[in-house]
């Protein structure tokens, strides 16, 4: 160890790599750089035990390379402080999945008992927007731009939402459990704060952005050429991501593989891209494990063991890495925090930018649609892009980090946002991501 030692202290580099080896990445880095120049030297060690060896030799020898020393004193400081953070992000966001944990916070939200109509409200296929302005943007926009499909009803003619024909607004700092009045189902659930974490947010929203603007520029079709806004789904292994018109909506879907035949970046990109995004639907998973009541998760639980053959969970950390444990890693503020042992995220999902959709119904073979709204660029509810649970006449006000749980099959849609939301022509911003899977029928 002492002439790793003393070479380190002599490389600004290797030096700097192990400084950060607090974080898993840069400490595999360094362990394989050091591995090689051991090599080199004549030297040889083990690479599974050279990073515990030369901790323990700088702790038992402080003075003999003061710099090498102090880049250990940094390093120990971040194992400290992303310990500190995977715990505190264990605790706040329940991934160990308390039963009592979950029971408390869900007895905090109230439950609200509704009436299904038997004629949706907004009606089927329609394009809902809230006030003039916002319908007037709309209706030029139809005139002067090219719709995805103009035979459909919706885009063709906007509607004027009327709010005396709702049968509840829920607004938009307000959480609710909706339970149907006859059945006692859960037909939906709003959690807000849902993840009460900015640097999970900002994660987030740098993934999601990253990855619609990447498959924007490599496929040649667009998005999904449906709704408004973009939307990307995203399959099976590894986490690979399509853009454009979904044209497979069968239940047991293959693997996609768009990323891989339309861009080919070197394998580590690809298999960084991936991870990233799947750690993403793994996070918000778990989340949902530990908060929403078991009868909203279990269905879809059931469904996946059911066809766990046919639909293992989206997983990219085994591409090539030799890892027998499935996991997943949450980055903040350079941090990164590795977690085992949780739940990959169901196999199917989209990220989702500045998306509205008209009142529809979804074919799904489990009850229920898991979103998270990370991001919304305005907290007044009258700038639209607010979601309907029409079959109930539910208006649900957007806002930032929330939670939206709902029935695939029952009348839903959200609402044209406001293209000018400040005067100077700057458009209603939402992203997030949403877990779900189709089929036809």
Same mark, same amino acid.
């Not at 402080?62 to 605790?91: F, M, Q, S």
């Not at 639980?301 to 639909?311: D, G, M, N, P, R």
């Given at each position: 160890m002492?002439?790793?030692a003393a070479?380190?202290?002599?490389?600004?580099?290797?030096?700097?790599?192990?400084s950060t080896?607090?974080?898993?990445?840069?400490?595999?880095?360094?362990?394989?750089?050091?591995?090689?120049?051991?090599?080199?030297?004549g030297?040889?060690?083990?690479s599974?035990e050279?990073?515990s060896?030369?901790?323990?030799w700088?702790?038992?020898n402080?003075?003999? @390379? =003061?710099e090498?020393?102090? %880049?250990w004193?940094?390093?120990r &400081?971040?194992i400290?402080?992303? +310990?500190?953070?995977? !715990?505190r992000?264990?605790t706040?966001l329940?991934?160990?999945?308390?039963?009592?944990v979950r029971?408390?916070?869900l007895?905090?939200?109230?439950?609200?008992?509704?009436?299904?109509?038997?004629?949706? @409200? =907004?009606p089927?296929?329609? %394009?809902?927007?809230e006030?003039? &302005?916002?319908g007037t943007?709309? +209706?030029?926009?139809? !005139?002067?731009?090219?719709?995805?499909?103009?035979?459909?009803?919706g885009q063709?003619?906007?509607?004027l939402?009327?709010?005396d024909?709702?049968?509840?607004?829920?607004?938009?700092?307000d959480?609710?459990?909706?339970k149907d009045?006859?059945?006692?189902?859960?037909?939906g659930?709003?959690i807000?704060?849902f993840i009460?974490h900015?640097?999970v947010?900002?994660w987030?929203?740098?993934i999601?952005?990253a990855a619609?603007a990447?498959?924007?520029?490599?496929?040649?079709?667009?998005?999904?050429?449906?709704?408004?806004?973009?939307?990307?789904?995203?399959?099976?292994?590894?986490c690979?991501?399509?853009a454009g018109?979904?044209?497979?909506?069968?239940?047991?879907?293959?693997w996609?593989?768009?990323l891989?035949?339309?861009?080919?970046?070197h394998?580590?990109?690809?298999?960084?891209?991936?991870?990233?995004?799947s750690s993403?639907f793994?996070?918000?998973?778990?989340c949902?494990?530990?908060?929403?009541?078991?009868?909203?998760?279990?269905?879809?639980?059931?469904?996946?063991?059911q066809?766990?053959a046919?639909?293992?969970?989206?997983?990219?950390?085994?591409?090539?890495?030799?890892?027998?444990?499935?996991?997943?890693?949450?980055q903040?503020d350079g941090?990164?925090?590795e977690?085992?042992g949780?739940q990959?995220?169901?196999?199917?999902?989209?990220f989702?930018?500045?998306?509205?959709?008209?009142?529809?119904?979804e074919?799904?073979?489990?009850r229920?649609?898991?979103?998270?709204?990370?991001r919304r660029?305005?907290?007044?509810?009258?700038?639209?892009?607010?979601?309907?649970?029409?079959q109930?006449?539910?208006?649900?006000?957007?806002s930032?980090?929330?939670c939206?749980?709902?029935e695939a099959?029952?009348a839903?849609g959200?609402g044209?946002?406001?293209q000018d939301v400040?005067?100077e022509?700057?458009s209603l911003?939402?992203?997030g991501?949403?877990?779900?899977?189709h089929r036809d029928d």
């Amino acid at each position: 160890m002492d002439r790793l030692a003393a070479h380190l202290a002599t490389n600004p580099n290797l030096l700097r790599l192990f400084s950060t080896g607090y974080n898993p990445s840069q400490q595999n880095e360094f362990v394989k750089s050091s591995t090689e120049l051991l090599v080199d030297l004549g030297h040889p060690h083990s690479s599974s035990e050279l990073w515990s060896n030369l901790c323990a030799w700088i702790s038992k020898n402080p003075d003999r @390379y =003061p710099e090498v020393t102090n %880049a250990w004193t940094i390093c120990r &400081k971040g194992i400290k402080d992303r +310990r500190a953070l995977h !715990k505190r992000l264990v605790t706040d966001l329940n991934l160990r999945q308390s039963i009592k944990v979950r029971n408390d916070r869900l007895n905090r939200i109230p439950v609200v008992h509704v009436t299904r109509r038997s004629t949706p @409200y =907004p009606p089927m296929h329609a %394009a809902v927007y809230e006030n003039d &302005k916002i319908g007037t943007q709309w +209706r030029d926009h139809i !005139k002067i731009e090219p719709q995805p499909d103009p035979s459909r009803p919706g885009q063709a003619n906007p509607l004027l939402l009327k709010v005396d024909q709702l049968q509840y607004n829920l607004g938009p700092s307000d959480s609710a459990i909706f339970k149907d009045i006859d059945t006692g189902d859960v037909i939906g659930i709003v959690i807000r704060n849902f993840i009460p974490h900015v640097g999970v947010q900002t994660w987030a929203e740098e993934i999601i952005s990253a990855a619609i603007a990447a498959s924007s520029k490599r496929n040649d079709n667009g998005f999904e050429d449906e709704d408004t806004g973009k939307k990307m789904t995203l399959e099976g292994e590894g986490c690979t991501s399509t853009a454009g018109a979904r044209k497979n909506k069968s239940l047991f879907v293959g693997w996609a593989r768009n990323l891989d035949r339309r861009f080919q970046p070197h394998e580590h990109e690809l298999r960084h891209a991936q991870y990233r995004s799947s750690s993403l639907f793994a996070l918000f998973w778990n989340c949902l494990l530990g908060n929403l009541p078991s009868e909203v998760t279990g269905d879809f639980v059931a469904f996946l063991e059911q066809h766990s053959a046919a639909l293992p969970g989206m997983d990219s950390s085994n591409l090539g890495l030799g890892l027998a444990i499935p996991r997943y890693t949450v980055q903040i503020d350079g941090l990164e925090l590795e977690f085992h042992g949780g739940q990959l995220a169901p196999p199917s999902g989209a990220f989702v930018e500045n998306y509205s959709r008209e009142i529809h119904v979804e074919t799904s073979p489990h009850r229920y649609i898991y979103s998270w709204y990370n991001r919304r660029s305005s907290a007044d509810d009258q700038h639209g892009g607010n979601f309907f649970l029409a079959q109930y006449a539910i208006r649900i006000a957007g806002s930032e980090n929330m939670c939206l749980v709902h029935e695939a099959r029952q009348a839903h849609g959200t609402g044209l946002p406001d293209q000018d939301v400040d005067g100077e022509g700057t458009s209603l911003f939402t992203s997030g991501l949403t877990i779900f899977t189709h089929r036809d029928d």
